[in-house]
């Protein structure tokens, strides 16, 4: 029987709760104690990989009813274990925030003040398909100083689980409490609301998932949410591009995984480029549908002409939006108009046109004759990610250690009083 709102409520709270008495030991818990836990679970990953993969099989049976972008996006297979092995490894590598003091300052008076890093507190993360998310959020937490509660899609279930066992193995390891990260197994639906509602224990919300489930938690969560709603994604092709690197770009930000948040959504060439047909040919080589307006049409009989939807269309597929902009002002109004602020690159050999571009372009991430593809934590050099968030508080792009925490100000006096 599904839960009663009142009773996932009850199991929330009492999650919560044990999850948030850890929170002391976690804030003052050395760097050192953090990253052998972390170390530890990589290396129960590795032991069990075989364990991993065949929980991970089974959910990718019980899941073919799925797109092809969310199976993607669940599938595990060797390299992808090793890769949340060396990801836990990396994150115990990075340099700890907690306490590091980000200013300093002193008032006539002799006042000192100092503003120092601490832990965002309780995290709770609601993601969807990728079973990865329980190695990156729970390894990201803790070494920020903060618990978590994850609650993973029912189609990863399996996989999640096995993943959650081999960190609670490297928090026993390291003496570091359990409940540090806690990983919600039932996949009643109503504990999703019940997060949403529990404020005052849970102190942050990230989702991970379609855009259903961030919509969802984005309305309905009483508690502060650090998220994403669409990767509308765009490669801005500039008359002064350098052919190979703009075949090569494209090529990669579309198709190298089509599923994923940085993948290229819509193509941008400007009218004057020469070699637009080139750039298309190798979309349509690599098996993209490529839906263009008008003006590109008459290059390649294999396009498709574009509707207005398609300009605001995540598509996670095989699938692309082809247009020609007058230049890069055109391509800065058209993403003005219809991007989502998550990820857009241009390509060109014009040093002032490129600046234009990635000063002008108000999205958490801007490229520079690079793929859109290297919107991940890992490639930003964050051992991983917990989400890219693309509003405008706290924390943009990649969240990673430093975007789980927020600061305080220490004052040290010696008696001053206000007059």
């Known amino acids: 029987m599904p839960m009663t709102d009142i009773e996932a409520t009850a199991a929330i709270e009492a999650v919560a709760r044990a999850a948030r008495a850890t929170l002391p030991v976690l804030a003052a818990a050395p760097?050192?104690?953090?990253?052998?836990?972390?170390?530890?679970?990589?290396?129960?990953?590795?032991?069990?990989?075989?364990?991993?993969?065949?929980?991970?099989?089974?959910?990718?049976?019980?899941?073919?009813?799925?797109?092809?972008?969310?199976?993607?996006?669940?599938?595990l297979d060797a390299s992808r274990i090793e890769a949340m092995a060396a990801g836990l490894e990396a994150v115990a590598a990075l340099p700890d925030p907690v306490g590091e003091i980000i200013a300093r300052w002193e008032r006539p008076n002799g006042l000192a003040?100092?503003?120092?890093?601490?832990?965002?507190?309780?995290?709770?993360?609601?993601?969807?398909?990728r079973p990865n998310v329980t190695a990156d959020a729970g390894a990201l937490c803790l070494m920020a100083g903060n618990a978590c509660i994850l609650r993973g899609g029912s189609e990863a279930s399996r996989s999640n689980a096995a993943i959650h066992?081999?960190?609670?193995?490297?928090?026993?390891?390291?003496g570091l409490p359990e409940a540090a990260i806690t990983f919600v197994a039932s996949p009643d639906r109503a504990l999703v609301g019940a997060m949403l509602r529990a404020a005052g224990l849970i102190d942050v919300l990230i989702p991970r998932g379609g855009k259903g489930l961030v919509a969802r938690v984005q309305a309905d969560a009483r508690v502060p949410v650090l998220a994403h709603l669409d990767g509308n994604n765009h490669v801005y092709i500039d008359a002064a591009a350098d052919p190979a690197k703009a075949v090569a770009i494209v090529r990669n930000a579309k198709m190298r995984r089509t599923g994923v948040c940085g993948a290229m959504e819509t193509l941008l060439i400007d009218r004057g480029y020469g070699g637009a047909s080139?750039?298309?040919?190798?979309?349509?080589?690599?098996?993209?549908?490529?839906?263009?307006?008008?003006?590109?049409?008459?290059?390649d009989a294999r396009l498709r002409p574009a509707v207005p939807e398609d300009w605001d269309t995540e598509y996670l597929d095989a699938v692309a939006a082809a247009a020609m902009v007058d230049g890069v002002e055109g391509a800065i109004a058209h993403i003005a108009c219809h991007g989502s602020g998550h990820t857009d690159a241009i390509v060109t050999e014009d040093a002032a046109t490129a600046e234009r571009f990635l000063a002008a372009v108000d999205s958490a991430i801007v490229l520079h004759n690079a793929s859109t593809q290297f919107a991940d934590g890992g490639e930003f050099?964050?051992?991983?990610?917990?989400?890219?968030?693309?509003?405008?508080?706290?924390?943009?792009?990649?969240?990673a250690l430093e975007g789980l925490t927020t600061y305080k100000t220490v004052v040290r006096g010696n008696g001053q009083v206000r007059p």
């Open 113 to 129: 003040f100092s503003r120092v890093r601490v832990p965002l507190g309780l995290i709770g993360i609601v993601y969807e398909s």
């Open 165 to 174: 066992a081999c960190l609670v193995d490297g928090l026993r390891a390291a």
């Open 381 to 399: 050099g964050f051992g991983a990610e917990i989400g890219i968030a693309t509003g405008r508080l706290h924390a943009r792009g990649p969240v």
């Open 278 to 299: 080139a750039v298309l040919r190798a979309l349509l080589g690599a098996g993209c549908e490529v839906r263009a307006d008008a003006a590109l049409l008459p290059l």
């Open 31 to 75: 760097t050192a104690r953090k990253a052998a836990a972390l170390s530890a679970a990589a290396a129960a990953i590795r032991a069990r990989a075989g364990g991993i993969a065949a929980a991970n099989a089974a959910d990718c049976a019980a899941a073919a009813h799925l797109s092809a972008a969310m199976q993607d996006r669940l599938a």
